[in-house]
């Protein structure tokens, strides 16, 4: 079955710079990478999306990009603010599965 | 989350005891799941429902079971609950066709 590596398992950045985590999945039949934002004590809220026939895909402060052929896909968060603090799953879908498969997760600090 | 509640929201048990916990959509949307949040495993699925009676396990399935007698119920029991089931339960429903997941707000189970 599909498998998803998150990286890294925490990331610590100072507010207004970039911050980059990193997915890859093993199964090449995957065609939908989602991303979750959990904030302390709820459940995750899905924050983007992007299928495999995209490369890359932006909403304001926030973007993804996948690569097919590396089998990788990453979340990009651009002048980061304190609320941006929470921790950021990735997932992968199979087509016709109806499941997702998540990433280890990332806890995400953004220092003032 | 709009649209889906679980219940408990916490609950405390002893080894060896049933447990039951509940999922409940208001939006007659066709697929449910279950999952469990753990540190260093991200969110991992236990086992999932496509209609009224048909249910399918996931990665983690051993020692849970699940019911669907009702679109909008979705039940997962721990038979003789462990300390190694000790962890954050989240219910999920796909919202529409985009495999994108609405989460509820998690029931955090302690088994002592």
């Known amino acids: 079955g599909e498998n998803v590596e998150q990286h890294p398992s925490t990331l610590s950045v100072q507010e207004g710079d970039s911050a980059v985590i990193k997915c890859t999945y093993s199964d090449s039949a995957s065609n939908y990478f989602p991303w979750y934002k959990q904030e302390l004590g709820k459940g995750p809220q899905l924050i983007i999306d992007?299928?495999?026939?995209?490369g890359e895909k932006k909403d304001q402060r926030i973007a993804v990009t996948l690569n097919k052929t590396a089998k990788h896909f990453s979340l990009h968060i651009t002048e980061t603010q304190p609320e941006d603090s929470a921790v950021y799953f990735c997932?992968?879908?199979?087509?016709?599965?109806?499941?997702?498969?998540f990433g280890q997760g990332t806890r995400l600090t953004i220092n003032p | 989350d709009a649209g889906i509640t679980q219940s408990p929201r916490h609950k405390v048990t002893e080894t060896g005891t049933p447990v039951t916990l509940r999922c409940h959509q208001t939006e007659n949307h066709r697929y449910m799941y279950w999952y469990r949040q753990d540190p260093g495993h991200g969110l991992r699925l236990i086992h999932y429902?496509?209609?009224?009676?048909?249910?399918d396990k996931g990665e983690v399935s051993d020692g849970y079971s699940v019911s669907r007698s009702k679109t909008e119920d979705f039940l997962l029991t721990l038979e003789s609950a462990t300390s190694s089931q000790t962890s954050v339960y989240f219910c999920?429903?796909?919202?529409?066709?985009?495999?994108?997941?609405?989460f509820g707000s998690g029931t955090r189970l302690t088994v002592v």
């Open positions: 992007i299928r495999s026939n995209v």
């Open positions: 999920a429903i796909m919202t529409g066709g985009s495999y994108g997941y609405t």
């Open positions: 997932g992968a879908a199979i087509q016709g599965a109806q499941k997702l498969v």
């Open positions: 429902s496509y209609g009224v009676k048909d249910t």
